[in-house]
Every structure is written in structure tokens, then in C-alpha cells.
């Protein structure tokens, strides 16, 4: 059971990416996905994270209007699309999943209890 992200790379502000987390072992349909980052010396925080079945969605200040997560069940694949990247959106970004029956938006690190390895990204000025 794990999460495999990838899709990250060197990018130039103004660019775009696009992330993906597959799920093997599992699957993706009963769990709610979300999206963290964490930059050097500093704590992992949310971008944004996708309901288990209505793909409701939801995303952070930072990422909102230039973020876009979403789900492939048939893939098993959730997706991050990054548009309008910045120099302060350089992280190591971290797919998450919680096994759940609701349809609501979790947005805390201990709210999640499968992680992947983390994909990073950089946005030169």
C-alpha cells in the first residue's frame, strides 16, 4: 500500500506543472486525497485536498486561482495542477489519503495517515 508522487521539476515563475500521485495497493475511490508542501525550515502545510466521491474541492489562499486538484478514480491518480508558479511555491510537495465515508474537506497533516515520498519543485525567479 503506498503513494507514489511524481511530476515535479525546475520550473520558471510564470510556468506551470503538473503533479501526480498514484495509489497502488488500494484504492483511490474510498479515500479523501489531499495535497502539502514543505519548504526548507518550515513546517508542511496544506494546498489543497479532493472529497472522496463529488469531488468537492478545496484549496489554500496561496493556491487558489492558480492551483487545481483533481481525481481519476479509474487511474487511480490524483492530480495537482499548478499554473502562475512563483519563486515562494518551492517545496517538496507531499500527496496525502485518509480512508473515509464523508463527503467533507480535511486540510490538517494529522488528518492524514498515508503519505507519499514527496516530489519537489522549483521555481527560479
Known amino acids: 500500500v503506498q503513494l507514489q508522487a511524481s511530476g515535479g521539476g525546475l520550473v520558471q515563475a510564470g510556468g506551470s506543472l503538473r503533479l501526480s500521485c498514484a495509489a497502488s495497493g488500494f484504492t483511490l475511490r474510498s479515500y479523501h486525497m489531499g495535497w502539502f508542501r514543505q519548504a526548507p525550515g518550515q513546517e508542511r502545510e496544506f494546498v489543497a485536498a479532493i472529497s472522496r466521491s463529488f469531488a468537492t474541492t478545496y484549496a489554500s489562499d496561496s493556491a487558489k486561482g492558480r492551483f487545481t486538484i483533481s481525481r481519476d478514480n479509474a487511474k487511480n491518480t490524483v492530480y495537482l495542477q499548478m499554473n502562475s508558479l512563483k519563486p515562494e511555491d518551492t517545496a517538496v510537495y507531499y500527496c496525502?489519503?485518509?480512508?473515509?465515508?464523508?463527503?467533507?474537506?480535511?486540510?490538517?497533516?494529522?488528518?492524514?495517515?498515508?503519505w507519499g515520498q514527496g516530489t519537489q519543485v522549483t521555481v527560479s525567479s
Open positions: 496525502a489519503a485518509r480512508s473515509t465515508l464523508f463527503e467533507i474537506i480535511w486540510t490538517n497533516i494529522h488528518d492524514y495517515g498515508l
